[in-house]
């Protein structure tokens, strides 16, 4: 019969220990006052240094043993168990390492000797406390003891509680380590040395045969235990189900995590004390330590990123798709540690330098004190985030490479540095190098990557002149080159939401051997998935709490000109007059001004914050001087509004002056101040952003935020996400005036889970494109061919560019200007013919306005047409081989020429007067409020690649009268109004002095006849 004991349990895990390496010890080897295993202690330094050791004993001829055990046990309780295991201590003559860790290449034989020598033990029921008593010494008896202890030289590294899954969980486990493992004596309170913190043991397991859970701190009640499970075949929390009658859930820690040569690699490359500053609700700060230790898939996706680089070697690219909650600093920190580290089989470092692109401004600090505590050396990583002196950026870039530093740290706006530090110096970029991308942002993955690649490939193979210096055509032939994978390079990306454009540039297909297709899609390195984040509390559950409200108005155009415009312009433009009336604004501001009050002010002992969320800097300023009317209007004194947005705003009848987001009139408290710093104090509570801190903005008491912008995609998941950070005692709220619930639903949904592509891009797009532009007629192809020249000769003037592109700019102005004056004039023949009767010249005339329209819109194709070839052949040449010399000429110059045609530069562009304009009806309405079940999105969310760009036909612009769209977009959005719903200037008067409470007070004192012929005071 089957055993279901937890004493089965334990014994499967020790033998599978003991196959793979370890050795099986017995609580009677271990010492409860050292908390050692002095046997391995010993044994390992006697074996690994025996010249060592024999002068140790010279100096210390009484009992040597004893002496090394003080010493060790000294240095454990001053320098903590991770200090002296990864740098081991010093004693007078000798200097004791007590821990060799494998090394990065096999070319010392000695060290590898020394790695051999280690002894890993496992212990079961190891009683651990010198404080042990039998009941009757003055209290009851105290004898704790652990299932399993694992020790590495006889240091102990960690200890288990096992809970067999018929009878209890890894809950049990969890309570027995808070409440029966106590890291002081109940009675003496003196420390227990296995267990107390840096001193002791390094982690504590909880696990069961489904789960397991790890913490590195044990501190009775208040004992946080994180989960270290590898996470459902769905991407949900905990583990798939065991893969035979004769294994465990649980077995990879045993068989994978405690492996001899994981265990140590964990020790000497993974764990490292963390000092963090963290402030509670009364602005009290402490400073606390944290050992960290890598959860499942930090561990796991570091050791696979390594083992493939080492086999693959450089110029892979690799897309790790890690959920906010993720702990991706540390795992990036991890990864380029020990990517600088790798070694190929022959002894040569595999990379010169690894290069960390990121926004996350701790992450060049976080990277400089972890790696200081693996090696105890300055200088390994380098940041470059601004000029220093008289150095640039490119200058600091150029050093470090040149001095081969290991770690670079750039942000995204010195990324483009590197290339001009590579461009001044060739020679550099003949090495190897590690690029890590935080956030797989678009500047990693366009023309600045190509650039940076263009650099390489010419630097290493193209032919020079005799003068010494890269031809035009050398580099010409250098930037087609580069859009292939370069063997120089290898990407590292990681981001919680990729795009579809991310996944077919650094994921890879699971049958590496054929090409991507429609069965072999590329997909994800590794993933840590939204769902097992919030299923493991890592993050929150934005979507829990979602309201969304309707908007209902009417628009009246009494006295202004009716005349024919283009129904889609005048659609938007109308649309966004109403958004930025002062009534729709003022309507919204009290919604949220109240529903912040009454929800989310209170919470988090009063340091709440929200976010509203606009579409334009106008929107954003008139939303904060509406803000500020209406909490001065009310005497609010808890609402405290800031505004963030990027340039300036002009002034129009709302704003009185042009404004930045420094401007006192805004922003009177910044007191120079940045905005992120400002806003987390307690003298700003609500930010009213236009595409700003709407990414990579981490504010954890974030608890509201209120939408009036539309959001799509990865924009409405980035967006949205700003609430998904813990805080102790956090809920959240988004109330949003813009977007239906479903769609937000289904643009979350393709990273609930795994993010996949629906099919893969078709490469014949490109010359799809190309072939209608060189049909367009607007360049010849004499003037690409010399604009890339003269971009690619580093000699030649810049006025040889605008030189060849202006020929193309003018045919296209000409013939703009050629289609409008002929739709004006066939517009006045229609006119003519409509007044006078004329059927066969109506007819003649609409036919030729009909022409002229789909002429003038073949020319709006063919800027559009532009921008689309550049974009699609820079994204599809990094992942097909296009080897086209054409395409090349052609993508420059069209990157050139296209806003070379922006018809604002080129014509006196016909606006829609809305100056006649009035809002009659308004409404705004709460539609529902409920909780978006992301669990329930199943579904087809794969994300669509490049597939129809430049598909589109041209088409006339549809011409209507203002006032019959107008009639339209009343019948569309003015359905719910009624009577009730009517705006009067009376009206809106009226509202105003019953919000001035002097002037409501003489209206009172005065009688009906009085007020109505004025004859109070003050109005």
Same mark, same amino acid.
């Given at each position: 019969?089957?055993?279901?004991?937890?004493?089965?349990?334990?014994?499967?895990?020790?033998?599978?220990?003991?196959?793979?390496?370890?050795?099986?010890?017995?609580?009677?080897?271990?010492?409860?006052?050292?908390?050692?295993?002095? =046997?391995?202690?010993?044994?390992?330094?006697?074996?690994?240094?025996?010249?060592?050791?024999?002068?140790?004993?010279?100096?210390?001829?009484?009992?040597?043993?004893?002496?090394?055990?003080?010493?060790?046990?000294?240095?454990?309780?001053?320098?903590?168990?991770?200090?002296?295991?990864?740098?081991?201590?010093?004693?007078?003559?000798?200097?004791?390492?007590?821990?060799?860790?494998?090394?990065?290449?096999?070319?010392?034989?000695?060290?590898?000797?020394?790695?051999?020598?280690?002894?890993?033990?496992?212990?079961?029921?190891?009683?651990?406390?010198?404080?042990?008593?039998?009941?009757?010494?003055?209290?009851?008896?105290?004898?704790?003891?652990?299932?399993?202890?694992?020790?590495?030289?006889?240091?102990?590294?960690?200890?288990?509680?096992?809970?067999?899954?018929?009878?209890?969980?890894?809950?049990?486990?969890?309570?027995?380590?808070?409440?029966?493992?106590?890291?002081?004596?109940?009675?003496?309170?003196?420390?227990?040395?296995?267990?107390?913190?840096?001193?002791?043991?390094?982690?504590? !397991?909880?696990?069961?045969?489904?789960?397991?859970?790890?913490?590195?701190?044990?501190?009775?009640?208040?004992?946080?235990?994180?989960?270290?499970?590898?996470?459902?075949?769905?991407?949900?929390?905990? %583990?798939?189900?065991?893969?035979?009658?004769?294994?465990?859930?649980?077995?990879?820690?045993?068989?994978?995590? !405690?492996?001899?040569?994981?265990?140590l690699k964990i020790i000497g490359r993974f764990l490292h004390l963390?000092?963090?500053?963290?402030?509670? /609700?009364?602005?009290?700060?402490?400073?606390?330590?944290?050992?960290?230790?890598?959860?499942?898939?930090?561990? #796991?996706?570091? @050791?696979?990123?390594?083992?493939?680089?080492?086999?693959?070697?450089?110029?892979?690219?690799?897309?790790?798709?890690?959920?906010?909650?993720?702990?991706?600093?540390?795992?990036?920190?991890?990864?380029?540690?020990?990517?600088?580290?790798?070694?190929?089989?022959?002894?040569?470092?595999?990379?010169?330098?690894?290069?960390?692109?990121?926004?996350?401004?701790?992450?060049?600090?976080?990277?400089?004190?972890?790696?200081?505590? /693996?090696?105890?050396?300055?200088?390994?990583?380098?940041?470059?985030?601004?000029?220093?002196?008289?150095?640039?950026?490119?200058?600091?870039?150029?050093?470090?490479?040149? @001095?081969?530093?290991?770690?670079?740290?750039?942000?995204?706006?010195?990324?483009?540095?590197?290339?001009?530090?590579?461009?001044?110096?060739?020679?550099?970029?003949?090495?190897?190098?590690?690029? *890590?991308?935080?956030?797989?942002?678009?500047?990693?993955?366009?023309?600045?990557?190509?650039?940076?690649?263009?650099?390489?490939?010419?630097?290493?193979?193209?032919? =020079?002149?005799?003068?010494?210096?890269?031809?035009?055509?050398?580099?010409?032939?250098?930037?087609?080159?580069?859009?292939?994978?370069?063997?120089r390079i290898s990407y590292y990306a990681f981001t919680a939401t990729?795009?579809?454009?991310?996944?077919?540039?650094?994921?890879?297909?699971?049958?590496?051997?054929?090409?991507?297709?429609?069965?072999?899609?590329?997909?994800?390195?590794?993933?840590?998935?939204?769902?097992?984040?919030?299923?493991?509390?890592?993050?929150?559950?934005?979507?829990?709490?979602?309201?969304?409200?309707?908007?209902?108005?009417?628009?009246?155009?009494?006295?202004?000109?009716?005349? #024919?415009?283009?129904?889609?312009?005048?659609?938007?433009?109308?649309?966004?007059?109403?958004?930025?009336?002062?009534?729709?604004?003022?309507?919204?501001?009290?919604?949220?001004?109240?529903?912040?009050?009454?929800?989310?002010?209170?919470?988090?002992?009063?340091?709440?914050?929200?976010?509203?969320?606009?579409?334009?800097?106008?929107?954003?300023?008139?939303?904060?001087?509406?803000?500020?009317?209406?909490?001065?209007?009310?005497?609010?004194?808890?609402?405290?509004?800031?505004?963030?947005?990027?340039?300036?705003?002009?002034?129009?009848?709302?704003?009185?002056?042009?404004?930045?987001?420094?401007?006192?009139?805004?922003?009177?408290?910044?007191?120079?101040?940045?905005?992120?710093?400002?806003?987390?104090?307690?003298?700003?509570?609500?930010?009213?952003?236009?595409?700003?801190?709407?990414?990579?903005?981490?504010?954890?008491?974030?608890?509201?935020?209120?939408?009036?912008?539309?959001?799509?995609?990865?924009?409405?998941?980035?967006?949205?996400?700003?609430?998904?950070?813990?805080?102790?005692?956090?809920?959240? /709220?988004?109330?949003?005036?813009?977007?239906?619930?479903? #769609?937000?639903?289904?643009?979350?949904?393709?990273?609930?889970?795994?993010?996949?592509?629906?099919?893969?891009?078709?490469?014949?797009?490109?010359?799809?494109?190309?072939?209608?532009?060189?049909?367009?007629?607007?360049?010849?192809?004499?003037?690409?061919?010399?604009?890339?020249?003269?971009?690619?000769?580093?000699?030649?003037?810049?006025?040889?560019?605008?030189?060849?592109?202006?020929?193309?700019?003018?045919? /296209?102005?000409?013939?703009?200007?050629?289609?409008?004056?002929?739709?004006?004039?066939?517009?006045?023949?229609?006119?003519?013919?409509?007044?006078?009767?004329?059927?066969?010249?109506?007819?003649?005339?609409?036919?030729?306005?009909?022409?002229?329209?789909?002429?003038?819109?073949?020319?709006?194709?063919?800027?559009?047409?532009?921008?689309?070839?550049?974009?699609?052949?820079? !994204?599809?040449?990094?992942?097909?081989?296009?080897?086209?010399?054409?395409?090349?000429?052609?993508?420059?110059?069209?990157?050139?020429?296209?806003?070379?045609?922006?018809?604002?530069?080129?014509?006196?562009?016909?606006?829609?007067?809305?100056?006649?304009? =009035?809002?009659?009806?308004?409404?705004?309405?709460?539609?529902?409020?409920?909780?978006?079940?992301?669990?329930?999105?199943?579904?087809?969310?794969?994300?669509?690649?490049?597939?129809?760009?430049?598909?589109?036909?041209?088409?006339?612009?549809?011409?209507?009268?203002?006032?019959?769209? *107008?009639?339209?977009?009343?019948?569309?959005?003015?359905?719910?109004?009624?009577?009730?719903?009517?705006?009067?200037?009376? %009206?809106?008067?009226?509202?105003?002095?019953?919000?001035?409470?002097?002037?409501?007070?003489?209206?009172?004192?005065?009688?009906?006849?009085?007020?109505?012929?004025?004859?109070?005071?003050?109005?």
């Amino acid at each position: 019969m089957a055993d279901s004991r937890e004493t089965q349990f334990q014994q499967d895990i020790i033998n599978a220990m003991e196959s793979g390496g370890w050795t099986v010890g017995t609580a009677s080897g271990y010492d409860r006052a050292s908390a050692l295993y002095t =046997e391995d202690l010993l044994g390992y330094i006697q074996d690994a240094w025996p010249e060592r050791w024999e002068k140790f004993c010279k100096a210390n001829p009484q009992a040597p043993d004893k002496v090394l055990v003080q010493k060790v046990v000294r240095e454990l309780e001053r320098a903590g168990t991770l200090e002296v295991l990864r740098h081991g201590f010093k004693v007078p003559g000798v200097k004791f390492d007590l821990c060799s860790f494998q090394p990065d290449h096999g070319m010392n034989p000695d060290s590898l000797a020394r790695y051999r020598a280690n002894r890993l033990r496992v212990v079961p029921e190891v009683s651990y406390s010198p404080h042990a008593r039998e009941k009757g010494q003055g209290s009851g008896s105290y004898d704790p003891r652990l299932d399993l202890v694992l020790f590495v030289n006889g240091i102990p590294t960690a200890t288990l509680e096992l809970k067999s899954q018929f009878k209890q969980t890894v809950e049990n486990a969890k309570r027995q380590y808070r409440k029966d493992r106590p890291v002081k004596d109940p009675v003496t309170r003196k420390p227990e040395p296995l267990l107390t913190f840096k001193r002791g043991a390094l982690v504590h !397991f909880a696990v069961s045969q489904a789960e397991v859970a790890m913490t590195t701190r044990l501190a009775g009640k208040d004992t946080r235990f994180l989960p270290f499970n590898r996470g459902t075949e769905e991407g949900g929390a905990g %583990n798939p189900p065991p893969a035979d009658a004769q294994s465990y859930a649980t077995a990879y820690l045993w068989n994978d995590v !405690f492996a001899p040569q994981a265990w140590l690699k964990i020790i000497g490359r993974f764990l490292h004390l963390e000092q963090k500053t963290e402030e509670d /609700f009364h602005g009290r700060r402490q400073t606390k330590a944290s050992l960290i230790f890598p959860r499942y898939h930090q561990w #796991e996706v570091v @050791n696979r990123l390594i083992e493939a680089t080492r086999a693959e070697g450089p110029g892979r690219r690799y897309l790790v798709q890690h959920s906010a909650g993720s702990g991706k600093s540390n795992s990036i920190a991890w990864t380029a540690h020990q990517l600088a580290n790798l070694y190929a089989e022959d002894g040569t470092k595999l990379f010169n330098s690894v290069i960390v692109v990121t926004d996350r401004t701790v992450l060049d600090s976080q990277l400089q004190e972890t790696i200081y505590q /693996f090696e105890h050396a300055h200088g390994v990583v380098c940041p470059i985030t601004r000029d220093m002196g008289s150095q640039s950026k490119s200058e600091q870039l150029a050093e470090a490479l040149a @001095n081969h530093t290991r770690i670079i740290v750039v942000t995204l706006q010195t990324f483009p540095a590197l290339f001009d530090a590579l461009d001044k110096r060739p020679k550099l970029a003949q090495g190897h190098y590690a690029v *890590i991308a935080d956030e797989a942002h678009s500047s990693q993955t366009g023309s600045s990557a190509s650039k940076l690649k263009a650099l390489l490939a010419a630097a290493g193979e193209a032919v =020079e002149d005799d003068a010494g210096e890269i031809s035009a055509e050398a580099m010409l032939d250098a930037a087609v080159a580069s859009r292939r994978p370069s063997e120089r390079i290898s990407y590292y990306a990681f981001t919680a939401t990729p795009k579809a454009r991310t996944l077919e540039l650094f994921g890879r297909p699971p049958d590496p051997d054929r090409p991507p297709s429609t069965d072999n899609k590329p997909e994800p390195f590794h993933l840590y998935s939204m769902r097992q984040a919030i299923e493991e509390g890592f993050i929150l559950d934005v979507l829990r709490n979602y309201v969304t409200y309707s908007t209902a108005w009417k628009l009246a155009h009494p006295d202004g000109e009716d005349h #024919e415009v283009d129904s889609k312009k005048a659609s938007r433009t109308l649309a966004r007059w109403v958004r930025l009336h002062p009534y729709n604004i003022a309507q919204r501001v009290e919604v949220i001004v109240e529903h912040f009050r009454d929800n989310v002010r209170h919470l988090l002992d009063g340091q709440a914050k929200a976010m509203v969320v606009t579409a334009s800097r106008q929107e954003a300023v008139r939303y904060q001087l509406a803000m500020g009317r209406y909490i001065q209007d009310q005497g609010y004194e808890d609402v405290h509004p800031m505004v963030a947005f990027s340039g300036s705003v002009p002034p129009d009848e709302e704003i009185p002056e042009g404004v930045t987001e420094t401007s006192p009139l805004l922003n009177p408290g910044l007191k120079g101040r940045a905005l992120d710093k400002a806003f987390d104090t307690e003298e700003y509570n609500v930010m009213i952003a236009a595409n700003k801190f709407q990414t990579g903005f981490d504010q954890p008491k974030l608890c509201a935020m209120y939408v009036d912008k539309k959001l799509q995609g990865v924009d409405c998941v980035q967006t949205l996400s700003r609430l998904n950070r813990l805080f102790p005692g956090k809920q959240t /709220f988004i109330l949003d005036f813009f977007n239906d619930a479903q #769609e937000v639903l289904e643009a979350f949904a393709p990273y609930y889970r795994k993010a996949e592509l629906a099919d893969v891009s078709d490469p014949q797009v490109v010359f799809d494109l190309q072939r209608s532009l060189d049909a367009s007629g607007i360049y010849q192809w004499p003037e690409v061919a010399g604009f890339a020249r003269a971009f690619f000769d580093s000699k030649a003037p810049a006025a040889s560019l605008s030189y060849h592109c202006r020929p193309a700019q003018e045919r /296209f102005r000409q013939r703009y200007q050629a289609i409008l004056d002929q739709q004006h004039t066939w517009r006045e023949a229609r006119d003519q013919a409509e007044r006078s009767g004329d059927d066969k010249g109506l007819k003649r005339a609409e036919q030729e306005l009909k022409d002229a329209g789909t002429t003038r819109d073949e020319l709006d194709l063919f800027r559009k047409n532009l921008a689309s070839f550049v974009r699609t052949y820079e !994204f599809l040449s990094q992942i097909v081989t296009f080897d086209d010399t054409e395409l090349e000429q052609l993508c420059v110059f069209a990157r050139h020429l296209h806003p070379l045609l922006r018809l604002d530069r080129l014509l006196d562009d016909d606006a829609i007067d809305v100056s006649e304009l =009035e809002l009659t009806h308004y409404r705004l309405t709460k539609r529902e409020e409920k909780r978006l079940r992301l669990e329930d999105s199943d579904g087809d969310y794969g994300l669509k690649p490049v597939s129809e760009v430049g598909s589109g036909k041209p088409h006339d612009p549809e011409k209507q009268r203002l006032d019959e769209i *107008i009639e339209r977009l009343n019948d569309l959005y003015g359905a719910e109004v009624s009577d009730d719903d009517k705006l009067h200037f009376a %009206n809106g008067i009226a509202d105003r002095i019953e919000r001035d409470a002097s002037v409501m007070a003489q209206v009172r004192s005065h009688s009906e006849d009085q007020v109505m012929h004025g004859e109070v005071v003050q109005l």
